[in-house]
């Protein structure tokens, strides 16, 4: 990453493993100064600009301590990039109320509470740029992603509502929308993932979207168009094709 970036500190959640290693340390290696936060430290990831800090972003109380201790240490946050996140294949015969909480607490109200902590401080400084990760996922419905899809269409509908009330305030908001990414979270699909990336080309396609200050972040372009596609399609048809892919 050789240009010049827009932004002094970032946060990075989610930023053990993974998308969000990789942003972390592709920013750090421009010269930004990086906060990551996840439950586990980053592994390997030993850089100058970045500092570890802690965090389970279930717990509401935790993530505003957070962003406190953060700020009071680097300054205050440009950029946040929400990557935390996980997944639970849904199967029917394993139905889980479980699984339908945990994965709501990490994956929407985890960005809630990040947002919630840092949108007050950037407002009061009339600037900043709030970005998370959803998924293309997010866009229909789609088989085995009960627990998982739901989330994610929450959180592109979370960004359109808050760039709205966000952008007169003169923050900016992102949501990023990947395909699918080789990372421990997709290690456990038993299917074959169309147009795969590798978590560094992820990476590299976030900063780059979010450094031109685009509203929807979303990759690889071929595969973000056939399910942007398939959107437009009524639900008879839309289904009859979803159940081939269950298929497969
Ligand atoms: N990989 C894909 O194909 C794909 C596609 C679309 C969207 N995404 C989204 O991209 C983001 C990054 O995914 P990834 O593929 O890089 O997954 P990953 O390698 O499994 O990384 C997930 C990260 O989230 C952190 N995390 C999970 N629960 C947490 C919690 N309660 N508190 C704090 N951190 C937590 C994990 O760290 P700890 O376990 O150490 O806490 C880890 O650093 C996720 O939001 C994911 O939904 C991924």
């Not at 570890?52 to 946050?77: R, S």
């Not at 007169?168 to 421990?184: A, D």
Request: glycine share 8%.
């Amino acid at each position: 990453m050789s240009a010049q970036l827009p932004w002094r500190v970032a946060w990075v959640t989610g930023a053990s493993s993974g998308i969000g290693l990789g942003v972390a340390r592709q920013l750090a290696g421009a010269g930004v100064k990086v906060a990551v936060s996840s439950r586990r430290p980053p592994e390997g990831l030993q850089h100058p600009n970045i500092t570890f800090f802690p965090l389970d972003v279930t717990n509401e109380a935790a993530v505003a301590a957070c962003v406190a201790e953060i700020e009071a240490a680097l300054g205050p946050i440009d950029l946040a990039v929400l990557a935390a996140g996980r997944y639970e294949p849904f199967t029917a015969e394993a139905l889980s109320a479980g699984w339908f909480t945990a994965i709501n607490a990490a994956n929407y109200l985890g960005v809630t509470h990040c947002i919630s902590a840092l949108a007050p401080r950037m407002i009061s400084r009339g600037q900043g740029h709030l970005s998370w990760f959803a998924s293309v996922a997010g866009y229909r419905g789609l088989p085995k992603a009960a627990y998982y899809g739901p989330t994610k269409a929450a959180l592109i509908n979370l960004a359109e509502c808050l760039k709205l009330d966000l952008e007169p305030h003169g923050l900016g908001i992102s949501v990023i929308n990947p395909g699918f990414v080789e990372t421990p979270m997709t290690a456990v699909n038993d299917f074959s993932m169309p147009f795969l990336m590798k978590p560094e080309a992820a990476a590299a396609a976030t900063i780059n979207g979010l450094a031109k200050g685009k509203f929807e972040v979303a990759y690889p372009a071929p595969f973000v168009l056939l399910l942007k596609l398939l959107r437009l399609l009524p639900y008879p048809l839309y289904f009859a094709l979803a159940r081939r892919t269950r298929q497969a």
